[in-house]
């Protein structure tokens, strides 16, 4: 007999009784296939979402599932979003005052660790409903948020509020698609067969990269580095009249800064990732976690191929001195957006600049002068007189030199390589996971005992 559990036991069974973290992370597994998948068959078939022809070879692990797809619940996927990004309470912020401390920009802490503690990642979302992106939001209660029974339904809150829907059915990408004159050139990889197939949820970390660039305000204030241009001889990027002791001393060039922001904003991604694997382990859902596949064809800067998500994409700028920097996609106004000069939100370096002050020192900033102060207004981590000091502290602030010289660099680029930054599109969305119901009748067919684990084989039971 079922028994129909109602909300509150899923998330209270989440948080309370499912396996520890040693115990997860011993069983996790990528396990790639779910109700409703094929592998290996021999047999055409016409995608279910977009109807294209697919064809792979019989191989060894040839497989139909006999079994209907079952997506996902709302728990389910509210419980892995959280697990990916969400709110878990406000940050310690324990960095000293006279060690960088105004890097930060908000105290709104997630389940993951970022630079600068940035909001530069969200979730891309994709079901049978269609696409999403899941961004939650910045305020907090208190330094954790979910700290027992009481708290559990803000996790289906910060789902339904947070959820912005940005199609209205799955994007036409599939395992089939391939670009004119390569017809074996796969553009979502090999290995993505059952890619985008109904009842599976997949989860994409979508990154402004750009966004972290504010990190140069700390770069120039604090580390006194300064961009050089390697493609000119090495000659300073614009900041030539701010070179010199106690401004900036230290040469860079512009590729490896660079790629320093975009490492860095790379490394919240994979912990993204790796909480939704782990989440999924906990609830006994399968996933297989990929980077396999061709994230600008996703997101639309190849309608030929594919409309994928739509996004706003620019004219690929000829002038950028490296091939990855020439396609420039910006996302959708008012719900993802990236960050690069010049472009429909920042088409000056000066508003770009302006931003970036306005954000941390305007009207609701974490160090704005005002009654509208961010840490005052959110319950910061210290006690209020340390609070109040910290707000006042006169080191919170950069150096008035500082946004002379970034708005000069930032300049400098635009006019040498038609924009800023140089070297890459910021707007990346290359690595995810699925997420399905597994059809344990493929791993028992074929595979040792071992694969499987109980909370799979239960998976119905306990959690529907």
Same mark, same amino acid.
């Given at each position: 007999?079922?028994?129909?559990?109602?909300?509150?036991?899923?998330?209270?069974?989440?948080?309370?009784?499912?396996?520890?973290?040693?115990?997860?992370?011993?069983?996790? =597994? +990528?396990?790639? *296939?779910?109700?409703?998948?094929?592998? $290996?068959? #021999?047999?055409?078939? !016409?995608?279910?979402?977009? &109807?294209?022809?697919?064809?792979?070879?019989?191989?060894?692990?040839?497989?139909?599932?006999?079994?209907?797809?079952?997506?996902?619940?709302?728990?389910?996927?509210?419980?892995?979003?959280?697990?990916?990004?969400?709110?878990?309470?406000?940050?310690?912020?324990?960095?000293?005052?006279?060690?960088?401390?105004?890097?930060?920009?908000?105290?709104?802490?997630?389940?993951?660790?970022?630079?600068?503690?940035?909001?530069?990642?969200?979730?891309?979302?994709?079901?049978?409903?269609?696409?999403?992106?899941?961004?939650?939001?910045?305020? =907090? +209660?208190?330094? *954790?948020?979910?700290?027992?029974?009481? $708290?559990? #339904?803000?996790?289906? !809150?910060?789902?339904?509020? &947070?959820?912005?829907?940005?199609?209205?059915?799955?994007?036409?990408?599939?395992?089939?698609?391939?670009?004119?004159?390569?017809?074996?050139?796969?553009?979502?990889?090999?290995?993505?067969?059952?890619?985008?197939?109904?009842?599976?949820?997949?989860?994409?970390?979508?990154?402004?990269?750009?966004?972290?660039?504010?990190?140069?305000?700390?770069?120039?204030?604090?580390?006194?580095?300064?961009?050089?241009?390697?493609?000119?001889?090495?000659?300073?990027?614009?900041?030539?009249?701010?070179?010199?002791?106690?401004?900036?001393?230290?040469?860079?060039?512009?590729?490896?800064?660079?790629?320093?922001?975009?490492?860095?904003?790379?490394?919240?991604?994979?912990?993204?990732?790796?909480?939704?694997?782990?989440?999924?382990?906990?609830?006994?859902?399968?996933?297989?976690?990929?980077?396999?596949?061709?994230?600008?064809?996703?997101?639309?800067?190849?309608?030929?191929?594919?409309?994928?998500?739509?996004?706003?994409?620019?004219?690929?700028?000829?002038?950028?001195?490296?091939?990855?920097?020439?396609?420039?996609?910006?996302?959708?106004?008012?719900?993802?957006?990236?960050?690069?000069?010049?472009?429909?939100?920042?088409?000056?370096?000066?508003?770009?600049?302006?931003?970036?002050?306005?954000?941390?020192?305007?009207?609701?900033?974490?160090?704005?002068?005002?009654?509208?102060?961010?840490?005052?207004?959110?319950?910061?981590?210290?006690?209020?007189?340390?609070?109040?000091?910290?707000?006042?502290?006169?080191?919170?602030?950069?150096?008035?030199?500082?946004?002379?010289?970034?708005?000069?660099?930032?300049?400098?680029?635009?006019?040498?390589?038609?924009?800023?930054?140089?070297?890459?599109?910021?707007?990346?969305?290359?690595?995810?996971?699925?997420?399905?119901?597994?059809?344990?009748?493929?791993?028992?067919?074929?595979?040792?005992?071992?694969?499987?684990?109980?909370?799979?084989?239960?998976?119905?039971?306990?959690?529907?």
């Amino acid at each position: 007999m079922t028994t129909v559990r109602s909300e509150q036991e899923i998330l209270k069974k989440a948080f309370e009784g499912t396996s520890p973290i040693f115990r997860l992370l011993a069983t996790v =597994r +990528s396990r790639r *296939v779910g109700l409703g998948y094929r592998l $290996d068959l #021999g047999e055409e078939e !016409k995608h279910p979402v977009t &109807g294209r022809t697919m064809f792979q070879e019989r191989g060894p692990l040839a497989f139909k599932s006999a079994k209907e797809p079952v997506p996902l619940t709302e728990v389910e996927e509210a419980l892995l979003c959280w697990a990916a990004c969400g709110p878990n309470g406000v940050v310690a912020w324990d960095i000293a005052v006279h060690g960088g401390f105004h890097e930060l920009t908000w105290l709104a802490g997630r389940t993951v660790p970022s630079p600068g503690n940035s909001m530069a990642t969200d979730l891309l979302v994709i079901n049978d409903r269609g696409a999403f992106i899941y961004k939650p939001g910045l305020e =907090r +209660s208190k330094p *954790v948020e979910i700290e027992g029974e009481a $708290d559990y #339904g803000k996790i289906l !809150k910060w789902y339904r509020e &947070g959820m912005v829907q940005i199609l209205d059915q799955r994007p036409d990408i599939d395992w089939a698609m391939r670009m004119p004159g390569a017809p074996h050139a796969t553009l979502m990889g090999p290995y993505q067969y059952n890619i985008n197939r109904p009842g599976s949820t997949w989860i994409i970390p979508i990154s402004d990269v750009g966004w972290l660039n504010s990190a140069l305000i700390n770069l120039f204030d604090w580390w006194h580095y300064y961009p050089i241009d390697e493609w000119k001889g090495g000659r300073p990027a614009g900041v030539d009249k701010w070179i010199g002791e106690g401004m900036l001393e230290m040469p860079m060039p512009i590729s490896a800064s660079e790629q320093l922001i975009f490492q860095v904003e790379m490394y919240p991604v994979g912990c993204m990732v790796q909480n939704i694997r782990l989440a999924a382990e906990a609830m006994g859902l399968g996933t297989w976690v990929f980077c396999g596949f061709n994230p600008d064809v996703l997101m639309g800067a190849f309608p030929d191929v594919a409309r994928g998500l739509g996004f706003h994409v620019e004219a690929p700028n000829a002038r950028a001195p490296l091939a990855t920097g020439q396609l420039k996609i910006f996302g959708i106004e008012g719900v993802k957006e990236a960050t690069y000069v010049p472009s429909p939100r920042f088409p000056t370096a000066e508003k770009l600049v302006d931003h970036w002050f306005e954000e941390k020192y305007g009207k609701g900033g974490v160090f704005s002068e005002g009654d509208d102060n961010y840490i005052r207004r959110v319950n910061a981590p210290w006690k209020r007189a340390t609070a109040e000091e910290i707000i006042r502290h006169p080191r919170n602030r950069p150096a008035e030199w500082v946004r002379d010289a970034l708005i000069a660099y930032i300049n400098y680029c635009v006019e040498n390589y038609g924009q800023w930054p140089v070297t890459y599109n910021p707007m990346q969305a290359h690595f995810g996971a699925t997420v399905h119901h597994v059809d344990v009748d493929f791993y028992d067919q074929y595979y040792v005992p071992g694969y499987i684990t109980d909370a799979i084989r239960r998976h119905f039971e306990e959690w529907h």
